[in-house]
């Protein structure tokens, strides 16, 4: 049984790396758009900022019910995180010209 396991691990890398190989020869190089990249620099800071705020809730003990959850469509949380990557820059900028 042991050896039929083995055998087909071996084929199932062998298959593996074949179309591996066989996708890598078609694929071209992708070209990313200056605004994909900013959406994506976006939203993963915002993702950043809401995954720290929902630790440092639960590490305080907020209760996660702090808002009537019936009349907000999205999570408040969520979009204040948005807000906060959106503003980031702006406020990095005014941070530097105040400081020279």
Do not use: C, H
Not at 4 to 10: A, D, M, Q, V, Y
Not at 38 to 67: H, K, N
């Amino acid at each position: 049984m042991q050896v039929l396991g083995l055998f087909l691990l071996s084929v199932g890398i062998f298959a593996s790396l074949r179309s591996r190989r066989y996708l890598l020869m078609w694929r071209s190089e992708n070209r990313s758009s200056l605004l994909s990249a900013s959406i994506t620099q976006l939203v993963g800071t915002a993702g950043g900022i809401y995954l720290s705020l929902e630790l440092l809730f639960s590490f305080l003990r907020i209760p996660e019910d702090w808002w009537n959850p019936s009349t907000f469509v999205v999570e408040p949380l969520a979009v204040f995180s948005l807000v906060l990557a959106i503003l980031q820059p702006f406020v990095i900028q005014l941070w530097l010209k105040v400081r020279k």
